[in-house]
């Protein structure tokens, strides 16, 4: 009996979709060790599963995935299906789980209905009890649930079978950029629904932000007594009630009211959050407040688990997002497990709870021969709309769900639609998301995904479109390796336009799977087992590894979403209180003076409450702004803990320059700080001068240096690679430029060399003048480099590479502690810094450049010590070659040699978001134009 694995209905003798309680029901739960055994396809599984004998059988945990267990591989792919387009028929080669578990009923089950409740099962399943079949069921990330009553005898052996099905029709509707696993991945259990006692509740409670009182309501299939003893309430079911004195419910500020709602048949305990969704002329609203969304897409993730989560690893997830300052998620692209939700309750987030639903392989429109995507076909219709209602119906009590999501990226069809309908019919209280509803037709959002700056300022800026909806970004900030950039470009945009609310990184996590590659452990990405159809490491754009440590991107949206904007004002700091409803009564002030990195003073700063919205000013501490670099960094902190970060926990900070700079930042060519063109900025870049001449000057060693040599070339990072401007590079030669020495010799002083740095074949070419003088028992280097012919329009960098003898440990002034490039340095403050060499990279799941450490002043490696005399340099030390970076597939290919590797960067190109987003501004981009560098060798 396999005929439903194609079949276009979402189930068979599933129960009615109901909302997730924290109820008396017994629960008896079924996770541990299964009987397993898997069959390479439908037609080879066995017809036994009304009494399998398990003797022979494996054995598997669930929950869990059984390509996780041992048994066949993962696959990663993002849009294309691994299937041929031909619903509903799936492939023959259908790998199918079978599981099986005996246990005894409790004897307390007696005179109660038996549910069998599945959490989440991947993709389709059938399910058999002591041997009579019950029923099938679809929708991998949606609950289902099954009333075996007359199958099982309370105090008796109930033995049940489980067939589980990679593929089916709905893996037609569930083509999320995620790996491909399948199996029981969410808890399974028992449950005895008791006579009388409620099974589904609707709790709804709203807050009126201009009298301050709350509503009341709960909606019961049994009808019972509410009782909030913090408030002093206690109100029937079915009854609309004011409620004074309640405080509201916020992502900032998320006060619960415990309750219970009492039955002759039982109780049911709630968390209630009282708040109001609404959109005001054109504006999205919470409690009357505009919202400014500061969130994350998020996948369920595990490296070791895939999307099979412990209740730590969500809590994990929510502390690292609090910590942080963001404030929503977007659950991409299913309803997460309940826990999660409940946590974004308790803790604080605004959620967007998207359904499962996504077919993005079919593309947006139907394709020939008239091929439509499911959301257009209506044998789809009645899965799609069961699955909207049992997402509303499963998370409809959490305060913190502010929106509803249909789903992601499957075109526009009439089926969307009636998902629209069945939501507003069943909740009308939320408004209802969907980016691929780009002209507004039904949604009560406006979104779009990578969409530029420039163009969600045009939104912004105009009431007339889209019907004048809120409009949101729900990815963008695509975090893939070496970034995301330009991120302060979204934030004024944010800022200066009340319509455009914000939006949602993509994403939070690499999906990076720990395993073993040539005897290494990886993080495997899309390709790594072996898959012919694949989206290679599309799968690794996250703000945290794997293992869920944050990357400097995770540093850099920190910094630019943080509640409060600390700058100067004359010689005051002014702060800005950015939050949304909090005063900064929770926050403490200090102030640091450092001059050249080296503290001088530090102490409290008194700043008064400010309300949120609010700016005030405050003097700063009488500070000596003669003395060189002179900076002071104002912190503000968490005064007691809260209940997701310790008492001291930074919440914010800035740093403010005292006196004049000496010396010039780096930026990209022809470019100033303010985007307009500036003399003499620096410009060029790659290859460089040979080893010859340059060592040693006038018998003055310069520290080991060897083969220092112009370098125009970085290992391309993702988002040079995915739009093909690494490719353009290639084209240009810059991957392979050749050095020629032009001439060298003695020259009013100095040991000057003059290189040719060119490609093969290509007609252009740098040329460098390298003076080399020794002062004061030291080398100065000032380098000038010109291009010639049909030069390149961009450069990936500009700048000088040598080797030294395995060095250990760099000493810096300058931007840190993490990377930074041009366009990500937010988070970079300036400061002196010590480091390994191996703590200055930054391991992304495919190596590519990193580890840059833009406008440093000095540093120190080992025994050598570099010093910019004009303009700052970018810092680059690595124990590898760029080669050996860039064709490294997994960062434990990196083995340290005995040599390391510094590169002295004049300018570099930005990093962007364009694997998936707009393309690098100009601003960004290092042109080619003429260039200098000056640096001081000195040895100790």
Same mark, same amino acid.
Not at 10 to 17: F, I, Q, R, T
Not at 111 to 130: P, W
Not at 480 to 487: F, I, K, V
Not at 512 to 518: A, P
């Given at each position: ?101 005996? !246990? ?61 099905? *990679? ?83 916020? @992502? ?30 054109? &504006? ?33 997830? !929510? ?32 959620? +967007? ?47 913190? +769900? ?98 455009? *609310? ?6 939070? +996590? ?140 930074? &919440? @914010?900070?800035? *740093? ?29 870049? @790659? ?178 010590? &570099? ?39 004049? @300018? ?33």
């Amino acid at each position: 009996m396999t005929h439903y694995v194609e079949d276009f209905a979402s189930g068979a003798n599933v129960l009615p979709p109901r909302s997730w309680l924290d109820d008396d029901s017994g629960r008896l739960p079924l996770s541990g060790d299964w009987s397993f055994r898997l069959s390479p396809s439908v037609a080879d599984a066995p017809d036994d599963l009304k009494d399998p004998d398990t003797s022979g059988w494996d054995t598997i945990a669930v929950p869990g995935h059984w390509q996780l267990s041992g048994y066949g591989k993962p696959a990663y792919t993002n849009v294309v299906y691994p299937f041929p387009l031909e619903p509903p028929y799936v492939p023959t080669d259908n790998p199918t789980g079978d599981y099986v578990r005996t !246990v005894t009923v409790p004897a307390d089950f007696a005179g109660a209905r038996v549910v069998l409740r599945f959490e989440g099962v991947d993709s389709r399943f059938a399910v058999y009890v002591n041997g009579e079949w019950v029923g099938w069921s679809s929708g991998s990330r949606l609950v289902s649930e099954f009333d075996v009553t007359e199958l099982v005898a309370p105090g008796k052996e109930a033995r049940i079978a489980v067939r589980v099905h *990679q593929w089916s029709t709905g893996s037609y509707v569930e083509d999320q950029d995620m790996w491909w696993l399948s199996g029981i991945f969410r808890e399974v259990n028992l449950l005895a629904l008791r006579p009388d006692a409620p099974t589904d509740v609707f709790v709804k409670a709203a807050w009126d932000h201009v009298d301050g009182v709350g509503t009341l309501l709960v909606e019961s299939d049994v009808p019972g007594t509410v009782s909030v003893p913090e408030l002093g309430l206690s109100v029937a079911t079915g009854e609309h009630t004011r409620v004074e004195g309640v405080q509201p419910w916020s @992502a900032e500020a998320p006060r619960l009211y415990d309750a219970v709602l009492r039955t002759a048949g039982g109780d049911v305990r709630l968390r209630i959050g009282f708040r109001t969704v609404a959109i005001v002329d054109g &504006i999205f609203t919470v409690n009357g407040n505009r919202v400014l969304f500061k969130g994350v897409n998020r996948h369920e993730f595990h490296p070791d688990r895939g999307r099979t989560l412990t209740e730590q690893d969500m809590l994990d997830d !929510v502390l690292i997002m609090k910590r942080a300052g963001i404030n929503a998620v977007r659950t991409s692209h299913y309803p997460p497990h309940p826990h999660f939700l409940s946590l974004c309750d308790e803790y604080g987030l605004y959620v +967007i709870d998207e359904c499962d639903l996504e077919s993005h392989g079919f593309g947006y429109e139907p394709q020939p021969p008239k091929l439509p995507n499911p959301v257009m076909d209506p044998r789809f219709r009645d899965d799609l709309v069961d699955r909207m209602r049992r997402t509303v119906h499963r998370d409809k009590n959490h305060p913190s +769900i502010v929106i509803w999501s249909l789903g992601n990226e499957c075109g526009m069809g009439s089926n969307l639609k009636d998902m629209y309908d069945a939501v507003k019919e069943l909740d009308p209280s939320r408004p209802v998301h969907y980016e691929r509803d780009t002209e507004a037709e039904f949604v009560d959002i406006y979104s779009r995904m990578y969409t530029s700056p420039e163009g969600c300022a045009e939104i912004g800026a105009d009431s007339n479109l889209y019907r004048n909806l809120p409009f949101i970004l729900c990815e963008y900030g695509h975090a893939m390796g070496n970034g995301p950039g330009g991120l302060l470009d979204y934030r004024e945009v944010f800022e200066k336009y009340p319509r455009c *609310q914000g939006g949602f990184i993509w994403e939070f +996590i690499d999906h990076g799977l720990r395993t073993t590659i040539d005897g290494r452990e990886v993080y495997a990405y899309g390709g790594d087992f072996g898959e012919t159809i694949h989206d290679g490491n599309f799968v690794c754009d996250g703000l945290l590894f794997p293992d869920r440590t944050p990357s400097p991107g995770m540093h850099e949206y920190v910094k630019v979403i943080e509640p409060l904007r600390i700058v100067a004002d004359g010689n005051r700091v002014a702060i800005t209180n950015l939050y949304e409803v909090l005063d900064t009564s929770h926050l403490t002030f200090s102030y640091v003076v450092e001059v050249e990195g080296v503290r001088v003073d530090a102490g409290s700063l008194q700043v008064p409450v400010i309300a949120a919205g609010e700016t005030v000013t405050v003097d700063l501490p009488d500070v000596d702004a003669s003395k060189p670099e002179t900076w002071v960094t104002v912190t503000a902190s968490l005064t007691e803990a809260a209940s997701w970060a310790d008492a001291g926990h930074r &919440i @914010a900070w800035g *740093q403010i320059r005292l006196d004049e700079p000496a010396l010039r930042p780096a930026r990209p060519a022809g470019v100033g700080a303010d985007g307009e063109a500036a003399a003499g900025a620096a410009g060029v870049g @790659a290859g460089g001068a040979p080893a010859e001449g340059v060592a040693g000057v006038g018998g003055i060693s310069v520290g080991g240096l060897r083969n220092v040599r112009l370098d125009v070339w970085r290992a391309p990072i993702d988002n040079d690679t995915n739009p093909g401007v690494a490719a353009k590079w290639r084209e240009e030669g810059l991957h392979r430029v050749q050095h020629r020495i032009v001439s060298q010799g003695e020259r009013d002083g100095a040991w000057e060399v003059v290189t040719r740095t060119a490609p093969p074949q290509l007609q252009w070419g740098l040329r460098s003048t390298w003076r080399w003088t020794a002062v004061d028992g030291a080398v100065v280097l000032e380098l000038s480099v010109v291009p010639e012919g049909l030069i390149p329009e961009v450069l990936p960098r500009l700048g000088i590479t040598f080797e030294l003898p395995k060095a250990e440990r760099v000493e810096w002034f300058g931007t840190g502690p993490n990377e930074a490039y041009v366009d990500t340095r937010a988070a970079a403050a300036v400061g002196k810094y010590s480091a390994t060499v191996a703590e200055l990279q930054t391991p992304y799941v495919r190596p590519q450049e990193n580890g840059q450490r833009i406008d440093t002043r000095w540093a120190t490696i080992d025994g050598l010590r &570099i010093e910019a005399v004009g303009e700052l340099f970018g810092l680059t030390v690595r124990d590898w070659t760029t080669h050996d970076l860039e064709t490294a597939h997994h960062a434990a290919e990196l083995v340290p040699g005995d040599t390391t590797y510094v590169t002295l960067d004049i @300018a570099q190109t930005g990093v962007g978001t364009a694997a998936c987003g707009p393309a690098l501004p100009d601003r960004d981009k290092l042109k080619t134009a003429p260039a200098t560098l000056a640096v001081r060798f000195t040895t100790h």
